[in-house]
């Protein structure tokens, strides 16, 4: 995802941050509990915005952008140039 300044920002989904914490919580023996303590998507987006990578929902800019780019050549393909 770019800027308006044309930078190139990164981004990730808070969500894969929590499962991830989640599952090396329980490889640990620990029981980890989703909801007693509140949502935890948003520490989770905090860690992120701490390493300088925005949140976003849709997960990862990048990969959002080459799949459009790897279906637009199938579309292609298949259906021929339009």
Known sequence: MSTPDGQHRE???PWTI???VFDRLAEEGLHPVLGDAGNPGE???ALLRALGIEPAVE????IVQDVREQLAD????????R
């Open 59 to 62: 997960g990862n800019q990048q």
């Open 18 to 20: 929590v499962n991830l």
């Open 43 to 45: 520490p989770a987006a």
């Open 74 to 81: 199938l579309r292609s393909t298949v259906f021929g140039e």
């Open 11 to 13: 981004t990730y989904n």
